[in-house]
Every structure is written in structure tokens, then in C-alpha cells.
């Protein structure tokens, strides 16, 4: 039997998965969550198997619950299933080791899959997803070996750049002259291969490179 809680802050839904899960003799909804409250009070006082978790909850979200999980080595598996199909969400559930990634939308029968793939051992992201994760991740990769050609000085000059500073306080703040920011600010933009201090400032946005 495998043991399944389902963490939702829709009743309805909550109640129309459980009766769908239960068509299947071999899983079990052994307990339901609305709120961080129940899922801890669920956990504590339930073997469970499988958590069925998602994203928007009224208190802590999905992610930070996957991040409580994580943190607090509870060994259920998750599978996040979620109406939210954007890649940030994805990704950030994928970076905190989530089992699982299902739309909402998904049929009852790869829910199914999904589920015993899981308890399984196996990692189960939607295939739809799939080729929207691996372009991320190979783009990412790609980002990080671009900062790895900064010298310190370009990290800390691409920094300020992203917290909006003009070439003329960047030059007070750190003690050099304009020119040596503008050469500074030439070498950035050619190793991380943009044209000009937007796309510079997007891309340590992107990558959480901010001021030092």
C-alpha cells in the first residue's frame, strides 16, 4: 500500500483527487492539508509515502514547504502538482530535489504513472515539461561558466551595475576613474557576450549576482 497526503488549500480538489487516488486499491490518502499547521500535524502522526503538494497555499507555498522538507530530512517523496507551468517554478522545485512536477491538468493515468514511479526510487517530471527544463539548465550551465571568466573586480563593477548605479558612482564608490569603469564595463560585456549594461544588468539579476 502506498500511503499518499495530499497538501491543497481547495477542498473540492483535495476531495475529487483523493477519489480518484482510491480507485486504485494499491494507494491509500491517509491525510490532507490545508495549511503548513496540518501538513506538520500530517507528518508527525501519519507514515506517508507520497506527498501530493501544491504550489499556491495561503500560508508558506509549495516551495517553501519542499525547502521544510528538505531541511528537516522527512522522507516522504514529493510530487508537486500545480497549475503553475512557468519554468522559475519548475526549476526551483527541481534545485530543492523534488520527485515529482505534474500540471493539474495532467490525465489521471499518468498521476498513476507518476505515483509508482516514485515510491519506485525514480524521478517523474511531466514529459511536456521536460524540454523546457533541460533548455534552462543547459542556458544556466552556460551562465556560469560566462561568471567564471569575471575577475573579482568585474563581479563586484556587474553588481552595482544591476542595482541601477551610473558609470560616475560606481567610479566614487570603489576609487577609479571613469574611463577604467567604461574599459571595466567593455570586458564584462564581452565575456558574458552582451551588448550593453541592460542585458548586463538582466543577466546578474538572473544569475543573483548583486552588489558586494
Known amino acids: 500500500m502506498i500511503n499518499i497526503m495530499i497538501m ?7 476531495e475529487g483527487l483523493k477519489a480518484l487516488i482510491e480507485k486504485d486499491k494499491n494507494l491509500k490518502v491517509v491525510c490532507e492539508a490545508a495549511s503548513e499547521t496540518e501538513f506538520i500535524y500530517g507528518v508527525r502522526n501519519h507514515d506517508i509515502d507520497i506527498i501530493l503538494l501544491d504550489i499556491n497555499m495561503p500560508d508558506k507555498d509549495g516551495i517553501q514547504i519542499l525547502e521544510f522538507i528538505r531541511k528537516k530530512k522527512i522522507k516522504s517523496k514529493v510530487i508537486i502538482v500545480t497549475t503553475h507551468n512557468e519554468i522559475e517554478f519548475l526549476v526551483k522545485a527541481v534545485d530543492l530535489r523534488t520527485n515529482g512536477y505534474l500540471l493539474k491538468s495532467v490525465h489521471y493515468e499518468e498521476l498513476y504513472r507518476a505515483i509508482y514511479e516514485v515510491n519506485a526510487g525514480k524521478d517523474y517530471i511531466q ?3 521536460l524540454p523546457y527544463l533541460n533548455n534552462y539548465l543547459i542556458n544556466r550551465d552556460n551562465d556560469k561558466d560566462k561568471i567564471k571568466l569575471l575577475t573579482s573586480r568585474e563581479l563586484e563593477l556587474l553588481g552595482m551595475v ?5 558609470n560616475m558612482d560606481i567610479a566614487r564608490a570603489i576609487n577609479i576613474s571613469e574611463r577604467t569603469v567604461k574599459n571595466h564595463l567593455s570586458h564584462i560585456f564581452e565575456k558574458l557576450e552582451v551588448n550593453d549594461r ?13 552588489r558586494i
Open 127 to 129: 514529459p511536456e515539461l
Open 198 to 210: 541592460t542585458q548586463a544588468a538582466v543577466f546578474a539579476i538572473k544569475n543573483n549576482i548583486t
Open 162 to 166: 544591476s542595482s541601477g548605479m551610473k
Open 8 to 14: 491543497d488549500d481547495h477542498v473540492l480538489f483535495r
